[in-house]
């Protein structure tokens, strides 16, 4: 069973960037899709990234293509998202998920670990 914990969360500015990291217990190539969610104030958890079993392919919501980034570095044992031109509305906390299944889920439901999140808030 897969331990995931969230980092590098914190407070920018509109049009700024950050990194946030997700430090696996286990090595996830070849053994789980990996993927980021987001829950912003009073609204439901979101999908916003995920990077298949081998690393060659990768899943984002039209809200956020072209600006948030996920790779893994297999030799750390981290799992990243890179998030470039941040808006206030990407202010939330942002969870690591793993699924152990090698196909495509978008759903919450479709992911059985999870970390414990990480706040990013983003000024205007």
């Known amino acids: 069973q897969v331990q995931l914990v969230e980092s590098g969360g914190g407070l920018v500015q509109a049009g700024g960037s950050l990194r946030l990291s997700c430090a696996t217990s286990e090595r996830t190539s070849r053994r789980y899709i990996m993927a980021w969610f987001r829950q912003g104030p009073g609204k439901e958890r979101e999908f916003i990234a995920a990077?298949?079993?081998?690393?060659?392919?990768?899943d984002y919501p039209e809200s956020v293509r072209g600006r948030f980034i996920i790779s893994r570095d297999d030799d750390k044992n981290m799992v990243y998202l890179r998030m470039n031109n941040l808006r206030p509305e990407d202010t939330a906390v942002y969870y690591c998920?793993?699924?152990?299944?090698?196909?495509?889920?978008?759903?919450?439901?479709?992911?059985?670990?999870w970390g414990q999140g990480t706040q990013v808030t983003v000024s205007a």
């Open positions: 990077l298949s079993w081998l690393g060659q392919n990768t």
């Open positions: 998920a793993a699924r152990n299944q090698n196909d495509w889920s978008r759903q919450q439901s479709g992911y059985s670990y």
